[in-house]
């Protein structure tokens, strides 16, 4: 599977992760995660050295891990600090250890470093949405879908599919987009896709979730921002037509993509709104809306283009291209020059000699299904 | 895969085949069916050319297909004649089509040409029985089998088997067999085997399905006719002993193979009576029979096979043959030499670099799985 | 898969094995068993030779097996008899047989030898205890388990996981292993394992099953014996502590491994009491107390043990090792240097032209999953 490593990857929400092991698996290798005592996140491989059992069925002892079938025991950083034969504590053998990968709280998610390199600390995405309550409020959630994630890179920076995928939800007609303008951005490495409709109506759901877009004309946008690998917002943004902000309603929808396998993504689901702050039941219409469009809708669509294009390389295919395609090409092509940019740095090291940051392997077995 | 392309397989039934999308899946590739308003059965490609949705999850528009991701539309021809992007009316892309396949209606059935070659409407093997109404009634079925097809014509093709295999229903026991003549045939690609039992009785539910067998011995027949790759029919007769034809009572039972993939096989059934044609309790009577016989007995044993060959291809095992073999064999071997010479002259004119019937070459995918 | 060909399996206890088809496989081959009308137990290749239907599914005819597809028959020793075709009574096929297995019925077991040398009877595990009804009760079962065997091995030969995957049931706490003395011993190709803990408490279960042990302490040994390919015998034996047998209480717990696929095995497991000969309920407490640490604690982390290593091949894996692995790793190479010096064998014979001791090969096709 080729994949950018030198990246955050969002492991988990930072709601799921506590004081009990939980394993997440991203870029093919288990990954256990929990919390230290003093509530620091952890990010450990899965797999004990000694026999490959699962850690995370083990226990939970204070700030370690204590492995479920013979109990060796390892610390936050991955070392082994306890071994219980013979006599309850014997040597510890060299070189048990599992890999300990570096982990940041952010914006409501446990971000895991998954490269060689010093992880960079200033690299997330822009998700401050998320965690700013005081002028957001948001739901969240987490599902998976069977392709690359670059076939759903591809579903979100495309909204053209909104018309016709989820047409009688988030779809509001043809009509609607007769004059939409498009405009495309390159910033550094993040990616802009705005479409303006001027004097129109809201959407029907947009409508039911804030009654102050009911019988009034608005201008609409929906600016869709991409961060590589697989970092999506969609800003969807109302205001009253020929006003700069009266009834402004806006909703940020993240779509953060971690890579589990080459045809298994997770989608870390997030939806941000900047209206009816203190209404609960908003939270409950907004979710169904979200989980209909999302697992239902587009996970199908994407899971039977796997099956039908039976390879997960979109442009080996050579397909047919359309003016909306600008974007997720766009995407494809700068990730790819990314990760053979990684490939090439590396390989000039490796012939340079020069040590890497972790200096023992890392079990990495190949999956028997 | 190895298969005869340029022949014609059932797709469906005709009764399956309406004013919605379905699909087929035909030598490892999925076929959108469909009627246009005038009736007519159409089979295309069901893979979009742009992004690989599924076509047969869209809409039908009049007689156009809409995707049901970004919204192109296809005609019956395959040709993409709408784009909605952007304004709602975007240009074509160039090659925007999708393969359209020959059909053909008759026998009850929607037939459709895999190959490049011209069709050939007068290919079709003779099922008229299933289709007139005046002489014979019917009833039909599809189910399917997890092997090659060509080991269900084995089955079909060497009846010792009934009296093993359907001990107890449509087997009538060895006793029935000790005087058997059997007359085997080739009649340029068609094959029969012939079998007759003089002055015996009936089996129990042809007693059961026609009292006028009852207490009386009968002169039966079982021709089995095999038409390539995997067209069947089973013909049993009875007459009243030493008579022509008093109490003649026969069904023609169609077995049309359609190979899904390498270890796939669907098969349409039917069963057209020359007796009862008012009674509709015998529909009921004799699809119960047939369903056991076919989706059970049958079924269970040639996916058994798969199981324990570990290949489809026969004869590389080096199977012990009995005498009843010959037909099977027979049925085996010219299909070798149909698929070898079909083989030869697509190298030949790849030679000669002619042009083939469709110049656009055509997505086919392998299969993930 | 390398295994070693010429031992003897275990297929089926003798319970399970009477007047009626059954299939049991065993290094990939599925093998037909049955009583002949005398009682001796047959083991044949389940694979007819003629079309490859499965011959469990036929009918036991006296002592020939009749096939469930043509109804070609097979008498004990593989060889066709009979061939109904035609007229009920044709000729036998050359070639017609299926392989036939010896077989050995002993310790309640019956044994077959899968390789194509000699049989040797006196090859057999001491299994006494299980048939020995004078001096053990015994209590049996059978499940599979998706892991090579060795790795089932390895958890039986390494008893200090009972603490950690046992905890709760068979575990007694790490204090009870404190002052554990091991003993390891190789005698021929029988290694064993032994444990020893003076003066302390006997463990839960133990008091459960015999109250004699409450309230008093106890010398404890835990010896386990191994022969290859997957052999084991669990002898715990308990005295009150300071004395030779006074409330001499043990059992005799058996794991006999066949090999079923390179990712499967069958494990037949046994426990023998030497106490309470006579009371029917401690057959149920122990049952329950064996199939929860057999079928649920182990299963699951053997299993598991594959998912995270991607293979069967533990050393290539370059584990950690502790002391404890000794015994497991010492009878992994024994292993591997049986099966080498059996394949050495092989070569040199074939090299030398000689005769083994069947002629006609076996159909042993690949597997279609
Ligand atoms: S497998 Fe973890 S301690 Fe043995
Ligand atoms: S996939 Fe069919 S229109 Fe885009
Ligand atoms: S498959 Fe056994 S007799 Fe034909």
């Not at 030198?6 to 929400?13: E, F, I, L, S």
């Not at 492995?67 to 950083?77: K, S």
């Not at 034969?85 to 971000?111: D, L």
């Not at 090409?329 to 972790?358: F, M, N, P, Y």
């Amino acid at each position: 599977m080729k994949h950018l490593k030198n990246t955050w990857y969002v492991a988990a929400w930072d709601y799921e992760v506590g004081r009990h092991l939980m394993m997440r698996e991203i870029l093919d290798r288990p990954i256990l995660l929990y919390r230290e005592e003093n509530g620091r996140a952890v990010a450990l491989s899965d797999i004990c050295p000694h026999r490959y059992a699962p850690l995370h069925k083990g226990r939970l002892c204070g700030d370690r891990v204590e492995c479920p079938y013979h109990g060796l025991q390892f610390d936050a950083n991955g070392q082994c600090v306890h071994n219980p034969h013979p006599h309850g504590n014997g040597p510890i053998p060299r070189n048990a250890r599992v890999r300990s990968y570096p982990v940041i709280e952010q914006y409501g998610a446990i971000w895991v470093w998954m490269g060689e390199k010093e992880p960079d600390p200033n690299a997330l995405p822009d998700y401050h949405f998320i965690s700013d309550t005081d002028n957001y409020r948001t739901i969240r959630g987490v599902f998976d879908i069977e392709n690359h994630y670059e076939m759903v890179n591809d579903n979100a920076l495309d909204l053209t599919h909104v018309t016709f995928t989820h047409a009688g939800t988030l779809g509001a007609g043809l009509d609607n987009v007769r004059n939409e303008r498009v405009v495309r951005e390159r910033i550094g490495n993040t990616l802009w896709c705005k479409r303006f409709n001027d004097g129109i109506e809201a959407g029907s759901d947009f409508q039911r979730f804030n009654p102050a877009l009911v019988g009034i004309k608005v201008d609409k946008q929906q600016n869709v921002r991409w961060d590589p690998p697989g970092y999506i917002v969609i800003i969807i943004r109302y205001v009253q037509a020929d006003t700069e902000d009266t009834h402004y309603t806006s909703i940020f929808a993240g779509n953060l993509l971690t890579p589990i396998s080459e045809t298994r993504t997770r989608m870390f689901w997030s939806v941000s709104r900047t209206f009816g702050l203190q209404i609960e039941a908003l939270d409950h219409a907004m979710r169904a809306s979200a989980e209909l469009a999302l697992m239902v809708q587009d996970k199908t669509m994407i899971e039977d283009q796997l099956r039908l294009m039976g390879t997960t390389d979109l442009e080996s295919m050579r397909p047919v291209y359309i003016a909306d395609d600008a974007t997720p090409v766009a995407a494809r092509r700068l990730l790819k020059e990314l990760i053979e940019a990684e490939e090439r740095e590396e390989r000039e090291q490796r012939a340079a000699g020069s040590a890497t940051r972790r200096a023992e392997p890392e079990a990495t077995p190949e999956r028997v299904t």
